[in-house]
């Protein structure tokens, strides 16, 4: 008895242990099944969501579309009122050829369209401007309208008349730009055929006066038209002027540039009435190309001393005529300068304040100053050719305000310097000597005593110097 009962109390603890996981098992597919299904009405609610702002944005969207077409057509509606008729305007309509009348009165529209029609008056253009009513008739019938209004007790006033006579006077009112405007295109057309300005470049030794002297005789000036002018005329009026070998021109423009070519070794010669020597000196070399020389090869000559005059004898000693003379008279000179330096100096350096000026040219005139406002100050220049049609050059100038710095310097180098300035300024031809000593002098300073000596030009003009007697008028 004992052995079934056990069994039978096994058999129980199977089924309630399979009946536990039935249950456990079910309980696990539901909970399944509740998380799904609210992951799922999660994913709704966020689908719903995204697709209310979508709605949301699109009608914002829309609304700014709205404001902005708005915006557009009140835009619209004021550049239309500016641009429409006004009364006290032209009527660029016109309404015809025929001659036109406005009325302005303070009535029905209808009533004054009403007795006008039945009266055989035509009325145009009719609205209502500020509470009353406007409108236009033909003139003829300006008393029957006015018999009209009276009838109808109607306030009423004339206004501007219109037709032909008023497009006359709207085209004579605008006649003078159209003028200027035909005129400065005519003006310009015509300017253009013309030079207003002559540029001269590859002139290092020769003046870009004496090339414009040499052009002007040959008729190539400023105003010429371009049609006169061509290279061979320019360069045939340039191959007579001394001094160069070559020429070539362009037209860019109203501009005639023009490019020399000087000979490499042409010197201008600048004559005077007579020459005087500039040092005590030994005279070494003597070049004269006209008149005549008092001095000769090897004569000692003070400074102020005569060498050269423009009087030309005869072999005879007579007195010909007086002529200016071109003449080069070198010798052998021993001078000494003195000069007291310091051992600082001062440099100027820019403050970094900067004014800029603009300075326009037209057909040679110019409009604006270019001034500096700084006491001390550099300057840098630039111009901009506006050359296509008119002569215009803009010019900006820079400047730049400067101030005095004092550094220190070696006194030698100093000494150094003075002496290179001195030896430039005496121009020695070939080989020369030069020593220079410093010593301490007053106030801090240093005196310089620079010796130089060597072959350089003596010669300097003047306008006149006593003649010489004949016996030394002849020593060449």
């Known amino acids: 008895m004992k052995k079934s009962r056990s069994s039978d109390n ?19 597919r539901s909970k399944s099944e509740a ?9 709704d609610r966020a689908r719903k969501a995204r697709a209310v702002e979508r709605e949301k944005l699109r009608a914002a ?39 036109r009348v406005e009325i302005i009165t303070e009535g029905d529209r209808a009533s004054i369209a009403a007795k006008f029609g039945v009266a055989g008056i035509t009325a145009s253009d009719m609205r209502f401007v500020g509470g009353k009513t406007r409108f236009k008739i033909r003139k003829k019938d300006l008393r029957k309208a006015i018999a009209i209004l009276d009838e109808m007790c109607y306030n009423y006033q004339t206004g501007d008349t219109f037709g032909i006579g008023r497009k006359c006077a709207f085209w004579a009112a605008r006649a003078g730009l159209i003028i200027g405007a035909v005129a400065s295109a005519v003006f310009l057309n015509i300017a253009y055929g013309y030079v207003w300005r002559i540029e001269i470049s590859g002139n290092d030794k020769l003046s870009a006066a004496a090339v414009e002297s040499a052009l002007k005789s040959a008729g190539i000036s400023v105003g010429k038209k371009k049609s006169e002018l061509s290279a061979s005329r320019v360069v045939s009026a340039l191959g007579k002027l001394d001094g160069i070998v070559d020429a070539s021109c362009e037209i860019a423009g109203t501009t005639l540039r023009v490019r020399v070519l000087e000979s490499e070794d042409y010197a201008i010669h600048e004559k005077s009435g007579a020459y005087v020597s500039a040092y005590d000196a030994t005279v070494t070399r003597i070049v004269m190309r006209s008149g005549t020389a008092v001095v000769k090869r090897g004569d000692v000559v003070g400074a102020g001393d005569a ?16 002529d200016e003379c071109d003449a080069e008279v070198y010798g052998n000179v021993s001078v000494t300068f003195v000069a007291e330096v310091s051992d600082s100096t001062v440099e100027y350096k820019r403050t970094g304040r900067r004014s800029d000026k603009t300075v326009f040219e037209l057909f040679g005139c110019r409009l604006g100053k270019a001034r500096s406002p700084y006491r001390s100050y550099e300057t840098v220049a630039h111009t901009a050719n506006y050359n296509v049609l008119i002569p215009l050059y803009v010019t900006t100038y820079s400047f730049y305000e400067t101030a005095a710095v004092e550094r220190e310097r070696d006194v030698k180098e100093a000494a150094e310097a003075y002496a290179a300035t001195k030896i430039e300024e005496m121009r020695f031809i070939g080989d020369f000597e030069y020593s220079y000593n410093i010593r301490p002098s007053d106030a801090g300073l240093y005196s310089v005593h620079l010796f130089l000596s060597g072959e350089t030009l003596i010669s300097r003009g003047v306008d006149r110097i006593d003649p010489p007697s004949p016996s030394e008028s002849r020593k060449v």
């Open 10 to 28: 096994k058999r129980n603890d199977a089924k309630v242990t399979a009946e536990d996981k039935r249950k456990a098992a079910a309980e696990k």
């Open 35 to 43: 998380e799904k299904n609210r992951r799922k009405a999660e994913l």
């Open 61 to 99: 969207k829309a609304e700014l579309a709205r404001e902005r077409l708005k915006k557009r057509q009140k835009l619209y509606a004021r550049l239309k009122l500016k641009l429409k008729n006004r009364p006290q305007g032209f009527d660029y309509n016109g309404y015809g050829l025929l001659p």
């Open 307 to 322: 060498l050269a005059s423009g009087d030309v004898y005869s072999t005879t000693g007579e007195l010909l005529y007086t």
